[in-house]
C-alpha cells in the first residue's frame, strides 16, 4: 500500500503527470537562443566612462548651489555599485556562452516489474487547454481467459451389453449372457458412441441383484473406433480375471453394439501384452458362426423383454420375449413373487438347439402391484434337473 504523503495540489490516490520527455524541445529551442543572445554581445571597458559621467554630475550639483555636502553623499555610493554591476555582467555573459548542455532526465526514474504503457494525457492545463505531456502508468498483468468446453450431449438409449455369469444359480460353468439396458449415449447416437456406452456397461459393476461375474475391475474403456477392416477397443489396461470368457464378453458386446460382425482388435494404454490371461492383445476376436462353438460361449436362454429392474403395468398380463436353445425347443417359464410361483407354464422357440432360436409368451394371469421375478429355464429330460436359466426382476405398478 502506498504510504506517501500527498503533495499540494495533488488528488489523493491519482498518479502524478510526470514532466520530462515532452519538455525536451522547448528547452532545447531556450538554450539555443540564449545562447546565440549572449554570443551577439561584445563586451567593452565601460568602467571609465561610468565615472566620468558620474564626475561631471557631481560638478553640476555643486555649481548650481544646491547643497554640496547632500548631493555629494548621495552620489557617492554610485561608484561601487556601477562597477560590482558591470563585473556581474561580464561574468554572467562569460557563463552563458561557455555553460555546458544538461542531460534530459528520464520519463521513469525507476523500471517496473510489470508491463507499462505510456500514453499521451489529456489534463486541462492552467490554460484550459488539454496537456500533451506524456505520462507512464503500470499495468496489472492479465491472465489469458479460459473457456470451459461443455460436456458432450447425450441421449438415453437401450444398448445390448453381455455380460459373464453362470448358467444356473451356483454353478460355475459361466456362460455370456445378452441384456438390453437403457443408459446414455452421446449424440449423434452412431455405432461407435452405442458401442462405447455399452463397453463401459459390460467392464462396470455387475446389475444389482444378478450373479454376474465382475471380470473387469479396474479396468476402463478409453475409445472405440470402427474402422473399414475391425473394430478397435482401447482398454487403460489388461484384466487379470481367471474368467474364460472375459475378452469374448468385450468381443461379442462390441459387435452387437456397433451393429456389425468384424473383428474386434484391442490396444492397452498401459503396454500390456494380454488382454486377459491367455488371451494376447495381438489375437483379434472374430465372432464364432458354428453352434455348437457358440453354445460354448453364450447361455442357452436369454430374456430380451421386460428388461431387468423395469417396471411393467399393473392389472395386466405380462409379455415376455427372449432367445434360446433348447431341446426339442422347449422353453419353461414361472412367475416369482417373494419367492413363491404364483403363475407357470412353457412355449416353444422358433428352433431347437444347438440352433438359437426366439420365443414368446403372455402369463397366463394379470398382475396385483408388487416385485416379482420371472424365470425362463430349461430342464434336463432325464431327470427334471435345470440345465439353463435367466432371472429377471420386475415391478408391477
Same mark, same amino acid.
Given at each position: ?68 555636502? *547632500? ?9 561601487? +555599485?556601477? @562597477?560590482? $554591476? &558591470?563585473?556581474? /555582467?561580464?561574468? #554572467? !555573459? ?87 439396458? *437403457? ?9 461407435? +458412441?452405442? @458401442?462405447? $456406452? &455399452?463397453?463401459? /456397461?459390460?467392464? #462396470? !459393476? ?100 421386460? @428388461? ?90
Amino acid at each position: 500500500m502506498n504510504t506517501e504523503p500527498t503533495r499540494p495540489g495533488e488528488t489523493p490516490g491519482e498518479e502524478p503527470t510526470l514532466i520530462g520527455a515532452g519538455l525536451r524541445p522547448v528547452e532545447d529551442r531556450v538554450r539555443r537562443a540564449l545562447d546565440a543572445e549572449a554570443r551577439s554581445i561584445t563586451p567593452t571597458d565601460r568602467l571609465g566612462a561610468i565615472l566620468a559621467d558620474a564626475h561631471a554630475s557631481d560638478e553640476s550639483s555643486w555649481g548650481a548651489g544646491t547643497g554640496a555636502g *547632500s548631493g555629494s553623499r548621495r552620489h557617492r555610493w554610485l561608484v561601487p +555599485a556601477v @562597477a560590482a $554591476a &558591470a563585473a556581474v /555582467l561580464v561574468a #554572467g !555573459t562569460v557563463w552563458a556562452v561557455n555553460r555546458p548542455s544538461a542531460p534530459t532526465p528520464p520519463v521513469a526514474g525507476t523500471p517496473t516489474d510489470v508491463a507499462t504503457s505510456t500514453a499521451r494525457a489529456s489534463t486541462p492545463t492552467s490554460s484550459g487547454a488539454p496537456s500533451s505531456v506524456p505520462t507512464q502508468t503500470a499495468q496489472r498483468p492479465t491472465s489469458p481467459a479460459t473457456t470451459a468446453l461443455p460436456p458432450p450431449a447425450t441421449t438415453t438409449a437401450s444398448v445390448p451389453v453381455y455380460y459373464l455369469g453362470p448358467v444356473v444359480a451356483g454353478s460355475d460353468q459361466l456362460r455370456l449372457f445378452r441384456e438390453f439396458v *437403457s443408459t446414455g449415449v452421446t449424440t449423434p447416437v452412431i455405432g461407435e +458412441a452405442r @458401442a462405447l $456406452a &455399452a463397453l463401459r /456397461l459390460a467392464t #462396470g !459393476t455387475p446389475p444389482k441383484g444378478s450373479s454376474y461375474a465382475f471380470a473387469w475391475s479396474g479396468v476402463s474403456v478409453q475409445s472405440v473406433t470402427i474402422g473399414p477392416g475391425a473394430i478397435t477397443v482401447r482398454l487403460s489396461s489388461g484384466t487379470t480375471s481367471t474368467d474364460s470368457l472375459a475378452a469374448e464378453q468385450l468381443g461379442w458386446t462390441a459387435q452387437a453394439a456397433a451393429g456389425t460382425a468384424r473383428p474386434v482388435r484391442f490396444e492397452l494404454a498401459d503396454g500390456g501384452s494380454e488382454v486377459s490371461p491367455g488371451h494376447p492383445v495381438s489375437a483379434s476376436f472374430t465372432r464364432p458362426t458354428d453352434p455348437m462353438t457358440v453354445l460354448d460361449q453364450v447361455a442357452p436362454v436369454w430374456v430380451d423383454e421386460p @428388461a431387468r429392474g423395469s417396471a411393467v403395468k399393473a392389472g395386466a398380463r405380462l409379455t415376455v420375449k427372449g432367445v434360446a436353445s433348447t431341446f426339442e425347443a422347449t422353453v419353461e417359464w414361472e412367475l416369482l413373487r417373494d419367492g413363491q410361483r404364483v403363475d407357470h407354464g412353457f412355449t416353444t422357440a422358433s428352433v431347437g438347439a444347438p440352433d438359437r432360436g426366439t420365443y414368446r409368451f403372455t402369463t397366463k394371469s394379470s398382475l396385483a402391484p408388487g416385485d416379482y421375478v420371472v424365470r425362463v429355464f430349461a430342464s434336463s429330460a432325464k431327470d427334471g434337473s435345470p440345465l439353463a436359466e435367466q432371472l429377471v426382476p420386475v415391478t408391477a405398478r
